[in-house]
C-alpha cells in the first residue's frame, strides 16, 4: 500500500524560502512520476512540478520556473520542492503524488496516490 506524507509547510514572508518533504512508502516501479500539486484558497488545484523517478528529469509550471527545484533522494524515499523567493500567491495546500504523471508529469488525473496535503502560507 502506498503512503505518501508531506511536511515542512509553515509560514513565511514574501522573498523567503521553504523546503517541503514527501516521505513515500510503498512505491513499485510502475511509479513513473512524482509531482508536487497546490491548490490555493478558493481555487482549482494546480500542478506545481514534476519529476520522473528513473532519471530525474525535471518539469515545471510557469508560476514557479526558476523560483522552485523539484528532487528525489531514493535513498530516503523523499521527494523534496525548495522553494526560493516565495510569493503571497504561492500560498496554497500543497501536496505530492506518485504514479503515472502523464505528459510533463503534470496531469492529476494520472496519479494514483496522494498525500494529505501541507499549508504554505506567504505573507506580504
Known amino acids: 500500500q502506498v503512503h505518501l506524507v508531506e511536511s515542512g509547510g509553515g509560514s513565511v514572508q514574501a522573498g523567503g524560502s521553504l523546503r517541503l518533504s514527501c516521505g513515500a512508502s510503498?512505491?513499485?516501479?510502475?511509479?513513473?512520476?512524482m509531482g508536487w500539486f497546490r491548490q490555493p484558497p478558493g481555487k482549482e488545484r494546480e500542478w506545481v512540478s514534476g519529476?520522473?523517478?528513473?532519471?530525474?528529469?525535471?518539469y515545471y509550471g510557469d508560476s514557479v520556473k526558476g523560483r522552485f527545484t523539484i528532487s528525489q533522494d531514493n535513498a530516503k524515499n523523499t521527494l523534496y520542492l525548495q522553494m526560493n523567493s516565495l510569493k503571497p500567491e504561492d500560498t496554497a495546500t500543497y501536496y505530492c503524488?506518485?504514479?503515472?504523471?502523464?505528459?510533463?508529469?503534470?496531469?492529476?488525473?494520472?496519479?494514483?496516490?496522494w498525500g494529505q496535503g501541507t499549508q504554505v502560507v506567504v505573507s506580504s
Open positions: 519529476i520522473v523517478t528513473s532519471n530525474s528529469r525535471a
Open positions: 503524488a506518485a504514479g503515472g504523471g502523464g505528459y510533463l508529469c503534470s496531469q492529476s488525473s494520472l496519479y494514483d496516490y
Open positions: 510503498g512505491l513499485t516501479s510502475r511509479t513513473s512520476c
